[in-house]
């Protein structure tokens, strides 16, 4: 019950998976579409998936949470639009039934370090001193963060290969998912 969409029918439409019809939240969304086509429910569903799904396939999954809402929310709706609380409910629920690896987790934690690392970089003044005239961000200690960003990069990276070898060992021939009572 992972995916959230089957493919594409003849009409050139993407195909909702029925099954995801059983988590209420979904069901909600779907049923408040009163139009034939579905489309704005297709379109939440969408985001919903957009925001959440960590697999290789989703192009939004590298922006930073607030910017994947805003990039998604000018990709596929008008302007003005805004996730209601009945999405916002809807994405917990994804998150609740999808949880993160130690290693996904692992690789969060890092580049939320290293994003704030980044803005420190920004900001600091190597010139700043105390009410002593002592300097407050020597210029030796900034070299020494920057001179630790590469290595954090690869940290990164190499956190991303144990995810992406995770991710493929959960997966059998033909791209299905393993089932709790098949053998790995």
């Known amino acids: 019950m992972d995916k959230f969409f089957t493919g594409i029918d003849t009409k050139g439409v993407v195909k909702f998976n029925p099954e995801l019809l059983a988590i209420n939240e979904y069901t909600v969304i779907w049923n408040r579409d009163k139009s034939n086509n579905k489309v704005t429910a297709l379109k939440e569903l969408t985001f919903i998936w957009c925001m959440c799904c960590r697999e290789e396939d989703n192009q939004y999954k590298d922006y930073p949470k607030l ?12 302007e003005g639009w805004k996730p209601d609380k009945l999405l916002q409910e809807a994405i917990m ?17 890092t580049e939320k370090a290293l994003d704030n690392i980044e803005e420190y970089l920004s900001t600091v003044d ?22 630790k960003m590469p290595d954090t990069l690869i940290r990164i990276r190499d956190i991303a290969e144990i995810i992406k070898e995770e991710n493929e ?8 998912d393993v089932s709790y009572f098949e053998e790995q």
């Open 169 to 176: 060992t959960s997966k059998i021939k033909g791209g299905g």
């Open 93 to 109: 629920k994804y998150s609740e039934r999808h949880p993160k690896s130690r290693a996904e987790r692992s690789k969060e934690a």
């Open 67 to 78: 910017e994947r809402v805003s990039v998604l929310t000018e990709d596929i709706f008008n």
């Open 126 to 147: 190597v010139q700043a001193t105390d009410d002593y005239g002592k300097l407050v961000n020597p210029p030796d200690k900034v070299q020494a963060v920057i001179g």
